[in-house]
């Protein structure tokens, strides 16, 4: 699925869902500024992001 571009007041906001940036996968790694998150989904279907 393509994420979708939304307009929140002035920006415009892509929204990707989190079954796409999960890829049916319990947790992906992330980086961003030369730091690693672990993107996680739980059993309770929450999402927790941590360093």
Not at 9 to 24: C, K, M, N, P, Q
Not at 25 to 45: A, C, F, K, S, W
């Amino acid at each position: 699925m393509e994420p979708t571009p939304r307009k929140e007041s002035e920006r415009s906001v892509t929204v990707i869902s989190s079954a796409d940036l999960l890829g049916g996968r319990p947790e992906v790694m992330i980086e961003h500024n030369g730091d690693l998150y672990r993107l996680r989904h739980t059993r309770q279907g929450k999402l927790i992001l941590t360093k």
